[in-house]
């Protein structure tokens, strides 16, 4: 399992992301950012800007304990809104 190292907000939802194993990717988080949990940071730029990484879950979090799976976000795995979405 890779960790989310670093994140810094570039733009819109769109981050950059340093990971354990060296790489680093720019993601457009908007697709996944929905439900309940996201319902701020999606459409608050203040709140989305919160964002910061958990050392101990090694991923992206949000004040109210919004994350995200850092396997998807490494792009190792697809998220399982998409994956239902294709079956």
């Known amino acids: 399992m890779v960790d989310v190292t670093e994140v810094d907000v570039l ?3 769109v981050v950059r992301l340093r990971f354990s194993d060296g790489s680093e990717r720019t993601v457009d988080l908007a697709p996944f950012l929905w439900g309940p949990a996201f319902e701020g940071i999606a459409d608050d730029d203040e709140l989305f800007a919160q964002v ?3 050392p101990e879950t090694g991923t992206v979090v949000w004040p109210n304990g919004a994350d ?19 079956s």
């Open 11 to 13: 733009h819109n939802r």
């Open 68 to 86: 995200l799976d850092p396997d998807v976000l490494h792009g190792d795995f697809e998220p399982a809104s998409s994956a239902q979405a294709k």
């Open 52 to 54: 910061t990484v958990d």
